[in-house]
């Protein structure tokens, strides 16, 4: 089996390669190819890979390339995770929408739209060359936002799923919390990329029983301070909110708090600077401490179960993943791509039943897939018109005043990205 990682020199590659090692029974690769334009970053951290592997016996090989096409020839399945113009767009992306008075953020609002209309593109010319090199080659795209990548790519008839670590992320979590096997804990994972909610907490599979009362009751106050929000927000809601919607339900407080420290992509680009120097460390076999806070947890885990569902009998049945929506939730069209609990096999992700959602639920998401519906239409036909429109139709923008000056900025910090500016 041969997987390629295109994106492969970033520093959560290391993360992916772990799990690639621990899980070798789960999804027996012999071959992983990483591809990245950066060279120097290749090198450091495939070198890293290949101690990796050494150190835990796996008897696959890692190899690096700049060039896209060798990459991915032959590959089986492919992972995207892919960050289009680096830390320094991010940077720009969370820091221009602040002087609108709007949230600056990689994958929500205006900073999302920038990102969606760098990347979309790209991961379009990298699919269609999957295409050429193996038609039977499943995409699995980490890249974000992905939801709006996703549905570019199932739109443009790509073997291809979205995956997001937010909800693994949670069951690890309740997984702790309940002192229980992570693989007893089923989630009622409900809405779209980064705007999700857990309507229940499940044990023994998706008919057990409901302890997220419980959770709430005994644990209430640590969940909420780990998605940094307001007790109250959790407890009146009775449900668990993705840490994502803390933009939309305290906007105002936090654009004030952003624009009071250095950006997250400040953090990260020095995170990473220092990563890079551990990678080029000889003696290191071992994927280092500091690689948590560099975000990503329990990726490696996830992709490996759907690459391994995607590509044999391997990983789990039902897994959390980005898909077409296929009347799972019936207030959005079919081709809208959701994030649910689905059935993972050799055929794709086919959604699991979803209850009727609460309005309050309902309404928003179908409200940010109008917005993506714009995203992935600008993002293919670029226009400053059609920025306007989806940036005037975001819940956290909204306003004609806002949308104005922020398509302006969004143009000018992304002209070298879009091909039609």
Not at 22 to 33: G, H, K, N, Q, Y
Not at 43 to 63: C, N, P, S, W, Y
Not at 295 to 320: H, I, M, N, R, T
């Amino acid at each position: 089996m041969k997987l390629a990682v295109v994106g492969g020199g970033s520093t959560y590659t290391p993360e992916l390669i772990d799990g690639f090692a621990r899980l070798r029974d789960t999804l027996p690769i012999e071959e992983l190819v990483l591809v990245d334009p950066a060279a120097d970053r290749l090198e450091l951290v495939g070198g890293l890979g290949r101690r990796i592997f050494a150190k835990q016996d796996h008897a696959g090989r890692i190899t690096t390339t700049t060039d896209v096409d060798a990459g991915v020839a032959d590959a089986d399945a492919v992972l995207l995770q892919l960050r289009v113009g680096g830390q320094a767009a991010r940077e720009r992306d969370e820091t221009w929408p602040l002087e609108c008075g709007c949230v600056g953020q990689e994958t929500t609002g205006a900073g999302g739209l920038a990102k969606a209309l760098r990347t979309v593109p790209v991961v379009l010319d990298i699919a269609e060359r999957v295409r050429r090199a193996n038609p039977d080659a499943w995409i699995i795209d980490f890249t974000n936002p992905v939801g709006i990548v996703t549905r570019a790519l199932l739109q443009a008839g790509h073997k291809a799923v979205g995956l997001c670590n937010v909800a693994i992320g949670f069951q690890r979590k309740f997984a702790r919390l309940l002192d229980v096997n992570p693989s007893e804990v089923h989630l009622d994972h409900v809405g779209l990329n980064h705007l999700t909610w857990e309507l229940g907490v499940r044990l023994g599979g998706p008919d057990g029983e409901n302890v997220l009362p419980r959770l709430l009751a005994e644990h209430g106050e640590a969940i909420a301070g780990d998605l940094r929000m307001d007790r109250r927000i959790v407890d009146r809601l009775g449900v668990v909110p993705s840490y994502y919607l803390r933009y939309f339900y305290a906007h105002d407080e936090v654009v004030r708090e952003l624009g009071t420290k250095p950006s997250r992509a400040a953090e990260v680009a020095a995170m990473e600077k220092e990563l890079l120097a551990m990678y080029g460390d000889p003696a290191l076999d071992e994927k280092p401490e500091l690689l948590a806070k560099r975000g990503g947890a329990f990726y490696s885990e996830a992709a490996v179960d759907l690459a391994a569902s995607l590509l044999g009998d391997g990983g789990s049945p039902v897994q959390v993943v980005n898909t077409y929506n296929r009347g799972t939730l019936p207030f959005l069209p079919d081709d809208a791509v959701i994030e649910v609990q689905a059935r993972v096999g050799r055929d794709g992700a086919a959604p699991l039943p979803v209850p009727a959602l609460d309005p309050l639920y309902a309404g928003l998401i179908a409200n940010v897939t109008a917005y993506e519906d714009l995203a992935l239409d600008a993002a293919l036909r670029g226009g400053r018109d059609r920025v306007f429109k989806a940036l005037l139709a975001h819940p956290l923008i909204g306003q004609f005043d806002y949308a104005e000056g922020l398509t302006d900025r969004l143009i000018a910090h992304n002209r070298e990205h879009l091909a039609w500016a």
